[in-house]
């Protein structure tokens, strides 16, 4: 039942090593949702979850719906950007600091970088 968008989002969710439930956090929306997508189980999203996804993902909307007219699939693929491994160990420990205090995580780390000049 997997379609080209649903093909397109698992490959570019696993290309950033990104969990379910870490999409569907950005997105707002649960990891089943986002399960479904991949799936083809859902194929009609709502516009902004569209946008949210694209957001979460490195892309365009325009490219998860196919929307290019590029036949090489090097012109259509947008740059996926990996990240390291300690990348993200800090994002999952960031990801834990309740959102009224993240502000101040960043202001330590920001402080902790002038430090180290």
Not at 2 to 29: F, P, Y
Not at 90 to 114: C, G, K, N, T, Y
């Amino acid at each position: 039942m997997e379609n080209e968008l649903s093909r397109k989002i698992k490959e570019l969710r696993l290309a950033k090593k990104m969990t379910l439930e870490q999409v569907a956090d950005v997105v707002g929306v649960g990891k089943s949702t986002v399960r479904k997508w991949e799936t083809g189980m859902i194929a009609n999203m709502k516009r902004d979850k569209i946008s949210l996804l694209a957001k979460a993902l490195s892309t365009t909307p325009a490219y998860l719906m196919g929307w290019n007219e590029e036949t090489d699939d090097s012109k259509n693929s947008p740059p996926v950007q990996s990240i390291t491994e300690g990348e993200q160990k800090l994002l999952d420990l960031f990801r834990l600091v309740p959102e009224s205090q993240q502000q101040l995580v960043l202001q330590m780390i920001e402080v902790a970088l002038q430090n180290l000049k």
